[in-house]
């Protein structure tokens, strides 16, 4: 007998006892891997999914501005120089960058206004598919234009201009049709009408010319300032802005759902490592003469120390390896279950895979150590009394 032999065969003389240490260990294991996993999916979906209700980049002209006033009375602001600038080029370039995978909306826009049944209202330019992306919240009453001369009127411009779903509007020496009423909002969009963008380039005159291009980024990935960097990187003469108050409000979003399975897997992990010190307590009590045989034979403290802690590695090791392959079988389940599996990329890795076994056992060692120390404190005389 030496300090691996006799672990392995208290293991196997109550067979039961440690079929469910093992059950219970490697089921917290289980969850853990499988809760890791799904919250890493599903962040990564709640993140593209959140890039539907807004942009978190801005990308405008730097312009100056002069403050006009005279005798007291300020004017407001003036533009200095030219606001346009090329949709093609801008948009091409902002997709050029290496992360551009990060990018889930390059939408361009151009804004100008007109007058309708007496009302100055504005007028928004869009590319409808990149504008979609980042404003699937929309709903429309009608639907949306399916062709160039069809436009969007804003719940708010469509109530003061008294419009509605099929009538005709002049926009310069265009005739538009109101394809669709925007339900209310709560934003800008309320206010104006939304046309083609390049109809809307036609109809005034300005060819491949916007005004702005609102950025829709994944940030899960990167930080949003290394996305920023590089769109300047291709557009240096940009006012490239980050929209700090979403980017933060989406990562907190994201990172609650990580952070709440983390303390869900801690807790279980705990609690199932809390049962293999009770347990090996148990154990401990139960086999107080054979302990003190063990002693009266010449084994040492340490070794008596040793060898409950070798039976602890061992159940941590087999828990952790069941655990682990039993988790990533069942993150798919999961995922399909929240319907989130079609977005799943969970690759087995070996690296992780030896990591956890050997974390879990040294949980299950570090779990054991107090009943092992008690049981090397017994003394063989104390043992053998009860015999």
């Given at each position: 007998?030496?300090?691996l032999?006799?672990?392995l065969?208290?293991?196997r003389?109550?067979?039961?006892?440690?079929?469910l240490?093992?059950?219970?260990?490697?089921?917290?294991?289980?969850?853990v891997?499988?809760?890791d996993?799904?919250s890493n999916?599903?962040?990564e979906?709640l993140e593209k999914k959140?890039?539907a209700?807004?942009a978190?980049?801005?990308v405008?002209p730097n312009?100056?501005?002069l403050e006009?006033?005279y005798?007291?009375?300020?004017?407001?602001d003036?533009n200095?120089?030219?606001?346009f600038f090329?949709?093609?080029e801008t948009v091409?370039?902002?997709?050029?960058?290496e992360?551009t995978?990060?990018?889930?909306?390059?939408?361009?826009?151009?804004v100008?206004?007109?007058?309708?049944?007496?009302y100055?209202?504005g007028?928004i330019?869009v590319?409808?598919?990149?504008e979609?992306?980042i404003?699937s919240?929309w709903?429309?009453d009608g639907?949306?234009?399916?062709?160039?001369?069809e436009l969007l009127?804003g719940?708010?411009?469509a109530?003061?201009?008294?419009?509605?779903?099929g009538?005709?509007?002049?926009?310069?020496?265009?005739?538009?049709?109101?394809?669709?009423i925007?339900?209310s909002?709560?934003?800008d969009?309320d206010?104006?009408?939304?046309?083609?963008?390049?109809?809307?380039?036609h109809?005034i005159?300005?060819?491949?010319r916007?005004?702005?291009?609102?950025v829709?980024?994944l940030?899960?990935?990167?930080?949003?300032e290394?996305?920023?960097t590089?769109?300047?990187?291709?557009?240096?003469?940009m006012?490239?802005?980050?929209?700090q108050?979403?980017?933060?409000?989406?990562?907190?979003?994201?990172?609650?759902?990580?952070?709440?399975a983390m303390i869900v897997?801690?807790?279980?992990l705990?609690?199932?490592s809390?049962?293999?010190g009770?347990?090996m307590?148990?154990a401990?009590n139960?086999?107080k003469?054979?302990?003190?045989i063990?002693?009266?034979?010449g084994?040492?403290?340490?070794?008596?120390?040793?060898?409950?802690?070798?039976?602890?590695f061992?159940?941590?090791?087999?828990?952790?390896?069941?655990?682990?392959?039993?988790?990533?079988?069942?993150?798919?389940?999961?995922?399909e279950?929240l319907n989130?599996?079609q977005d799943a990329?969970?690759?087995f890795?070996?690296?992780r895979y030896?990591?956890?076994?050997?974390?879990i056992?040294c949980l299950?060692v570090?779990a054991?150590?107090i009943?092992?120390?008690?049981?090397?404190?017994?003394?063989?005389s104390e043992?053998?009394l009860?015999?």
């Amino acid at each position: 007998m030496n300090i691996l032999t006799i672990p392995l065969r208290n293991m196997r003389r109550k067979p039961w006892r440690t079929v469910l240490l093992l059950f219970v260990f490697a089921l917290g294991v289980m969850s853990v891997v499988s809760l890791d996993n799904v919250s890493n999916v599903v962040g990564e979906s709640l993140e593209k999914k959140l890039t539907a209700y807004g942009a978190n980049i801005l990308v405008a002209p730097n312009v100056e501005t002069l403050e006009v006033s005279y005798g007291g009375f300020t004017l407001g602001d003036m533009n200095m120089g030219e606001r346009f600038f090329s949709g093609k080029e801008t948009v091409d370039a902002v997709r050029s960058i290496e992360l551009t995978d990060r990018l889930a909306a390059v939408a361009p826009k151009l804004v100008t206004s007109a007058v309708i049944h007496g009302y100055r209202v504005g007028v928004i330019g869009v590319d409808w598919e990149e504008e979609l992306k980042i404003k699937s919240y929309w709903a429309v009453d009608g639907h949306y234009p399916k062709g160039e001369q069809e436009l969007l009127a804003g719940a708010i411009a469509a109530s003061r201009l008294g419009l509605s779903a099929g009538d005709t509007v002049s926009l310069g020496q265009e005739t538009y049709k109101v394809a669709g009423i925007l339900q209310s909002t709560g934003g800008d969009d309320d206010k104006v009408l939304i046309a083609d963008l390049g109809a809307l380039q036609h109809t005034i005159g300005a060819t491949d010319r916007i005004h702005f291009v609102e950025v829709s980024a994944l940030c899960a990935g990167c930080p949003i300032e290394d996305i920023v960097t590089q769109i300047q990187g291709r557009l240096p003469e940009m006012r490239i802005t980050a929209l700090q108050s979403v980017v933060k409000q989406r990562m907190y979003s994201v990172s609650f759902v990580k952070e709440l399975a983390m303390i869900v897997s801690l807790v279980i992990l705990l609690t199932a490592s809390a049962m293999v010190g009770m347990t090996m307590l148990s154990a401990v009590n139960e086999r107080k003469k054979e302990i003190g045989i063990l002693r009266s034979l010449g084994y040492f403290r340490r070794q008596v120390f040793a060898i409950f802690c070798v039976e602890a590695f061992l159940i941590g090791v087999l828990a952790g390896a069941v655990g682990y392959v039993a988790g990533y079988g069942a993150s798919f389940r999961i995922l399909e279950v929240l319907n989130v599996a079609q977005d799943a990329e969970i690759v087995f890795n070996w690296v992780r895979y030896a990591l956890v076994c050997g974390a879990i056992a040294c949980l299950a060692v570090t779990a054991a150590l107090i009943p092992a120390w008690k049981a090397s404190k017994i003394e063989p005389s104390e043992a053998l009394l009860s015999l």
